[in-house]
Structure formats: C-alpha cells, structure tokens
C-alpha cells in the first residue's frame, strides 16, 4: 500500500509541475507576444534620465537653501544684522 501511496504522489506532483509549466508558459506567450519598439525602450531610459536629473537639481537646491539658512543663523550670530 505504501509503495501505491508513493507512485501516485509522484504522478501527482509531476502533473502538477506540467500544468504548473504549462500555466506559466502561456502567461509568457501572452506578455511577449508584442515587440517593444526601440522608440519604447529609448523613451523609458529619457524618462528615467529626466528623474535622475530632477532628482539631482532638488539635491543641488536643499544643498543651497541650507547652505544659505547656515549663513544667515551664523550673520545673526555675530551680530551683522
């Protein structure tokens, strides 16, 4: 009984790890059934360059109003004001 028990586990799990595949692998037909477009993937890189860029501006800027805060604590400090 035991031995039975053991070879129908077996089919089972192998069936499932087919249907499994077979699941999987008519998602990833229907994700890359279309091409991305060069124009796609040069947008997307533009895209994330004027976020890299935007980010680095804001950076720049909370450098420089900081910068300025320091400076005006450090006037008021010595009594130039």
Known sequence: ????????R???LEDKSDRLHRQV???RNVLCHEAISVDAV????????????????AKEWCAAAAKAMEDENRWERDGYY
């Open 1 to 8: 009984m035991l031995a039975f028990l053991k070879k129908w």
């Open 10 to 12: 077996k089919a089972y």
């Open 25 to 27: 692998e008519a998602e």
């Open 42 to 57: 040069s947008g997307a890189f533009r895209d994330l360059h004027k976020e890299d860029a935007f980010k680095r501006e």
